[in-house]
């Protein structure tokens, strides 16, 4: 395998750390959120750098894609007035 014109040994392991940012604008601050990610696929590629004047490669970026699905689960006690409630 080649990353950008350097030769890597295909067992070579790396950890990346993902960060990510969910919107969720009706959650109070004494809720209790839970939360669990699933992986669902990652693309890995490479794309070199060369140089202008040789046009060799000199260096590159590596570009990472990582879909995963997050389900969020909000909590929150709340006193309810029975009386109030429709009866079926």
């Known amino acids: 395998m080649t990353i950008t014109g350097i ?32 992986l669902l696929g990652t693309v890995v590629y490479g794309v070199p750098t060369l140089d202008p004047v040789t046009g060799t490669p000199v260096g590159g970026n590596l570009y990472l894609k990582v879909a ?16 109030l409630c429709p009866t079926t």
């Open 68 to 83: 995963y699905q997050v389900h969020i689960v909000v909590t929150r006690e709340e006193l309810v007035d029975v009386a």
């Open 7 to 38: 030769l890597t040994p295909v067992s070579a392991h790396y950890t990346i750390p993902i960060q990510g940012h969910l919107a969720c604008p009706d959650i109070l601050p004494t809720d209790v959120v839970t939360h669990t990610a699933t």
